[in-house]
């Protein structure tokens, strides 16, 4: 069993910061790429950014500059610090990590932790 628990989300003000953090548990073997995507009402899910084991990034053209995803190899963590958040930020951001178990790779995701940017 593989869980992954966000916490971070709330409503900030336009111009205001967010952390997002995620932790992943259980029968892990190793932990591969890991991420964050969001998705608000009416649209798909889209990725904000992604993290590799070796610390490479790709971030969203939309959220560039804005955020900074990090990742804890150790902890089996990955954090997203979003700053200068705009209205059209606001979604639900749901973190991802790709997890080896029994020899195989499995993507995971979490439940999901809201965003509202408003003033």
């Known amino acids: 069993q593989v869980q992954l628990v966000e916490s971070g989300g709330g409503l900030v003000q336009p111009g205001g910061s967010l952390r997002l953090s995620c932790a992943a548990s259980?029968?892990?073997?190793?932990?591969?790429?890991m991420g964050w995507y969001r998705q608000a009402p009416g649209k798909e899910r889209e990725l904000v950014a992604s993290?590799?084991?070796?610390?490479?990034?790709n971030y969203a053209e939309s959220v560039k500059g804005r955020c900074t995803i990090s990742r804890d190899n150790a902890k089996n963590t990955v954090n997203l610090q979003m700053n200068s958040l705009k209205p059209e930020d606001t979604a639900v951001y749901y973190c991802?990590?790709?997890?080896?178990?029994?020899?195989?790779?499995?993507?995971?995701w979490g439940q999901g932790t809201q965003v509202t940017v408003s003033s």
């Open positions: 991802q990590a790709i997890i080896a178990r029994w020899g195989a790779k499995f993507n995971y």
């Open positions: 259980g029968s892990i073997f190793s932990v591969d790429t």
């Open positions: 993290i590799l084991t070796n610390g490479n990034t």
